[in-house]
Antibody, heavy 119, light 113 residues
């Protein structure tokens, strides 16, 4: 059974940093691209970033480019999202998701981790 | 960026009746050399993450009831629930994965009339 468990969310002040983790199990982690998607009440679902199975290729939304870094540790079956220079509009529930094959759609999603950026 | 526009924003359908959700992309998501539409549909129930229903515009994900079907090509797509059940109350999203950034529609809320 595929499981994705996010952690690391919380309340931070504008300009601070936070790192999200996503522990994966139930599939061959290194064989699949992984994605972060966030959701706010006002903006719905927003794709944030994706990473290839090897970690060699990464992709970012313009809204987070240069501030967020996606990475993975295939030896630990864990996906990460390092978020720097956080802003109020980064406030959202962040979902970790497993890509299908080929990458594109997301066939399994974690339960999400709430990130709140507020002074 | 490809803009995905869903309609209607919400709809109320009687149990057992058909529900139809539309999704329009600002440019074609049909990869002509592969003859595939890079379009997925998701269902999200309150307090839960999205769940994949359909990919390649019309391929049903394993375990998804056959009352859910996807159709369309190019820029115009439809998700149909042929006979609405109580457990289908949710928000439905389309998403294109033809190009980065992947983009989602604004969602359609389906309720029971």
């Amino acid at each position: 059974e595929v499981q994705l468990l996010e952690s690391g969310g919380g309340l931070v002040h504008p300009g601070e940093s936070l790192r999200l983790s996503c522990a994966a199990s139930g599939f061959i982690f290194s064989s699949y691209s992984m994605t972060w998607v966030r959701q706010t009440p006002g903006k719905g679902l927003e794709w944030v970033s994706s990473i290839s199975g090897s970690g060699e290729s990464t992709y970012y939304a313009d809204s987070v480019q240069g501030r967020f870094t996606i990475s993975r540790d295939n030896s630990k079956n864990t996906l990460y999202l390092q978020m720097n220079s956080l802003r109020a509009d980064d406030t959202a529930v962040y979902y970790c998701a497993k890509d299908g094959d080929p990458p594109g759609w997301d066939d399994f999603w974690g339960q999400g981790s709430l990130v709140t950026v507020s002074s | 960026d490809i803009v995905m526009t869903q309609s209607p924003d919400s709809l109320a359908v009687s149990l057992g009746e058909r529900a139809t959700i539309n999704c329009k992309s600002s440019q074609s998501v049909l990869y002509t050399s592969k003859n595939k539409n890079y379009l997925a549909w998701y269902q999200q129930k309150p307090g839960q993450p999205p769940k994949l229903l359909i990919y390649w515009a019309s391929t049903r994900e394993s375990g998804v009831p056959d009352r859910f079907s996807g159709s369309g090509s190019g820029t115009d797509f439809t998700l149909t629930i042929s006979s609405l059940q109580a457990e289908d109350v949710a928000v439905y999203y389309c998403q294109q994965y033809y190009s980065v950034p992947r983009t989602f529609g604004g969602g359609t809320k389906v309720e029971i009339k």
